[in-house]
């Protein structure tokens, strides 16, 4: 269940977060804390998006999907698929979900739907809680990518369930401010120090793309990580953009909108030169 998940998530990396030095959360500044890295602002994108919109959209992805479903095509892949031991069904599932995320990703960082994603990078102090926030879109494209997977492989229910649970989990910790030198794994999984450098806001933003396996970065040529620095600052790039859930919620429809008027603009400003 949701709720049991995100209290898990959070004794979790409270724990981590004390194991690896901030002391900050036994001072009594926690509160000033809480305010600084909206944390009622992710809580409030988690509720909305696993307990309001969640139904809603696994609906809208029962009925797009539903074409897919069936075919002899389809059920070779999923008997192929199906006679894999099961932890090499699970490693499989684990790779192309990671990689069909890496691809919806990317297509969110394009000019169109960006507004939609940047809410995801509005967090300007990163911790595990940044994972989780979305914009409901955002979440309607997360969960489309996830069940076409599923449909077009044909995984098991548990194989399906225990891939989520590791993302969702895997999400929190890649967003957590520790860190964790590991080598040469970096070149393998995301860890937090890698996946930072997706969140600086200018053009680094666009690297670093997967969510597990940092060699699928590698592999696209979007591999972003140097070893001399730590990334420092996040956030959307505009020091203007709203930070509460409402304000957010509306965001990508307002910057849409701007789109739209600017073109038109445009449009008129040359038709009045070019006259009648």
């Given at each position: ?13 409270w724990?981590?977060y ?5 002391r900050?959360l ?22 909305a ?13 029962a ?10 095509a389809?059920a ?9 031991p ?5 490693a499989?599932?684990?790779l ?7 691809w919806r990703?990317r297509?969110?960082?394009s000019?169109?739907l ?30 489309l990518v ?6 077009t492989f044909?995984?098991?229910p ?10 969702f989990?895997?999400?929190?910790f ?19 120090d ?5 969140h600086?806001p ?5 690297r ?23 990334a ?9 953009y709203?930070q ?19 073109r038109a ?12």
């Amino acid at each position: 269940m949701p709720v049991i998940d995100i209290a898990i998530a959070a004794l979790i990396f409270w724990a981590v977060y004390l194991a690896f030095g901030h002391r900050h959360l036994l001072r009594p500044d926690l509160r000033a804390l809480l305010r600084r890295t909206h944390v009622a602002t992710d809580l409030c994108h988690w509720f909305a998006n696993t307990v309001l919109f969640a139904p809603l959209w696994a609906a809208v992805g029962a009925i797009l999907l539903a074409p897919l479903a069936g075919g002899d095509a389809l059920a070779a892949l999923h008997g192929a698929v199906r006679v894999l031991p099961w932890a090499a069904q699970l490693a499989l599932a684990l790779l192309i979900f990671d990689l069909a995320a890496y691809w919806r990703h990317r297509l969110m960082h394009s000019d169109a739907l960006w507004p939609v994603h940047e809410v995801h990078h509005s967090s300007t102090h990163l911790n595990w809680l940044s994972g989780i926030r979305n914009h409901p879109l955002n979440t309607l494209a997360i969960h489309l990518v996830g069940a076409a997977v599923i449909v077009t492989f044909g995984f098991a229910p548990d194989i399906a369930a225990i891939v989520g649970l590791i993302r969702f989990y895997w999400v929190c910790f890649v967003h957590s401010d520790i860190r964790l030198h590991l080598g040469p794994l970096n070149y393998v999984i995301v860890t937090p120090d890698f996946h930072r450098w997706h969140h600086v806001p200018d053009g680094i933003r666009h690297r670093n793309y997967a969510g597990f396996f940092s060699f699928i970065d590698l592999a696209f040529g979007t591999f972003h990580f140097p070893r001399d620095r730590r990334a420092a600052i996040f956030g959307p790039g505009a020091a203007d953009y709203p930070q509460q859930y409402p304000a957010q919620l509306i965001a990508p429809f307002r910057a849409w909108a701007r789109t739209l008027a600017h073109r038109a603009g445009r449009v008129l400003a040359t038709g009045d030169r070019q006259g009648p």
